[in-house]
């Protein structure tokens, strides 16, 4: 590496964020660390003040703020691959711009861990979750059990685990990146999958960062729903395809649970001809993804989804 390149990399992407994007920047350039870092923004020709107030942090820290400038909107995933290609650090840091980190000594407890755990190719902490007023608020981000996580994890679990403001990894980023990271509708999900695979994950003790919700992303419509389970079963299997198959059986545990469940719940709420032609639709994942064919669960999920009242006279 480089002698002259940063140690970590800040990795942000911000478009429209004019009210929120100064607080990203101070809270990084707070940062107490006795290594080099710097900070790539990736600025997606935003159509407030973003990018002025961008421009006037890379003239005033030439050195630490590397400004990315897009022509035209490229969107959320194309930005984030770009800015993330253009991180030169050992480790790259994770932050929107309409996030902000509050403990100066984040960079350098990470750091620290990292280069003391080389096992470990992910670390993160808790956050506080707030609304678009600044209201403190919870949902976004589950409850956790451990601090400790694996591959298997990523995979297996129902929710992204890993607040974005606070993730830290090892830049062992592919190049280029995959296809399927900027196709993905969870690019977060995409990036922690990429990362994992060679090494554990560790939640550090602490909140270290502030999570802005939007309330464009509070609520979603059953049919937005249906639609992001269906990108996220997509995304699983472009993974196991890349990763060749090394964890075919996770994958296809995954995916068999999946497919379950989208023909449960993603048919719940519809009715007679619009039900059964979304269950027809949804049923090849779960035979391709089924070991063998188990009369009697299907027998069970048919009666389920088409009689449920039957279900209810047998207990």
Partial sequence: MDSA??????????YNHEKFIRQAIEGVLSQEC?????????????????????EEYAAKYPGIIVPLYE???????????????NCRGKYIAFLEG??????PLKLQKQFDFMEANPGYTICF??????????VETTGRFPQLTKNDFTFEDVVMSENCFIPTPTLFFTNTLPKPM???????????IALHLLISDSGNIKCLPGTTAVYREHPGGITKTETQKR?????????????????????????RTRLLQMSKIRLIFGSRDLKGLEKLKYVLKNSGDYFKYSDKRNVREILYYTVLLFFPSLLKLKK
């Fill in 227 to 251: 639609e992001s389970y269906r990108e996220l079963f997509k995304l699983y299997e472009n993974v196991n395809k890349y990763l060749n198959f090394r964890y075919d059986k996770l994958f």
């Fill in 98 to 103: 309409d996030d902000y980190w509050t403990d």
């Fill in 71 to 85: 022509e035209k909107n490229i969107g959320a995933k194309l930005n984030a691959t770009k800015t993330l290609t």
């Fill in 125 to 134: 902490t808790r956050v506080v979750e707030i609304d678009e007023h600044g």
């Fill in 34 to 54: 006795n290594f080099k870092f710097e900070m790539v923004i990736g600025e997606d020709c935003s159509k407030d003040g973003t990018r002025k107030i961008v």
């Fill in 5 to 14: 390149a940063p140690i970590v990399s800040v990795c942000t992407i911000t």
């Fill in 178 to 188: 995959p296809a399927f990271y900027a196709e993905a509708m969870s690019g977060d």
